[in-house]
């Protein structure tokens, strides 16, 4: 069985630019989640979808990032502008069921100079 | 939401020494994982354990929901288990899916 996918693996950009990151979770699982994780922290939700609604987006700065999962499958987050403090890894998992054990992907690196 | 306390923040083992790996909730919760973050940042599920003890070669598990820890059991420590170990819980109800993750231990085996 495939795991979570993601793309690209590392994205360094200046502040102020845009960046995306993709996300293609284990296939049949209807549950996709998108963290934060800075240098030295655990990681920290972002976001959670039940298929393509949103069910939890409170700690999502969203004057800047927004996320979208249209067809209930894979998923774009972005960030846009970007600021310094956003450098971190970007992590996806997916779970069969909300609450259920989540698997994740091998993150995106973001470097924002 | 919950918090999580995880300790020791840091652990240095020689080859084949056994340790164990503690993990604090300030509230029950009905979803409780451990995870092993590699050298490259890979989250490695360990155990899906919200109560009871689990097995897996090396690596065992034991949850006490009704006292709100956890504790990750590692026998014969090998090179390849340092890295930081992530104990995450979720607390039901309105935090859906919601992993809240402790601040790691990290842990280093010297050959």
């Known amino acids: 069985e495939a795991g979570v996918a993601q793309s690209p693996r590392y994205k360094i950009i200046e502040k102020r630019q845009s960046v995306a990151f993709w996300c293609n979770p284990i296939?049949?699982?209807?549950?996709l989640y998108w963290y934060q994780q800075i240098l030295g922290q655990g990681p920290k939700l972002l976001i959670q979808?039940?298929?393509?609604?949103?069910?939890?987006d409170s700690q999502l700065p969203k004057d800047r990032f927004s996320a979208e999962r249209l067809k209930g499958v894979d998923s774009t987050l972005k960030i846009q502008p970007a600021k310094l403090e956003d450098s971190a890894v970007y992590l996806c998992a997916s779970s069969a069921r909300s609450g259920g054990d989540q698997f994740f992907g091998p993150g995106t690196r973001l470097t924002v100079l | 939401g919950i918090q999580v306390e995880q300790s020791p923040p840091d652990l240095i083992l020689q080859e084949g020494a056994n340790s164990t790996l503690r993990c604090n909730f300030s509230d029950s919760v009905n979803n409780l994982q451990w995870f092993h973050q590699n050298p490259w940042g890979q989250l490695i599920n360990l155990f899906y354990i919200p109560s009871g003890t689990k097995q897996n070669g090396r690596l065992s598990a034991t949850t006490v929901a009704t006292e709100r820890y956890s504790l990750l059991y590692i026998s014969s420590s090998q090179t390849t288990d340092s890295g930081v170990y992530f104990c995450?819980?979720?607390?039901?109800?309105?935090?859906?899916?919601?992993?809240?993750f402790g601040q790691g231990t990290i842990l280093t085996v010297h050959p």
């Open positions: 979808f039940q298929n393509n609604g949103v069910v939890d």
């Open positions: 995450a819980g979720n607390a039901g109800g309105t935090s859906y899916g919601k992993l809240t």
């Open positions: 296939s049949g699982h209807a549950t």
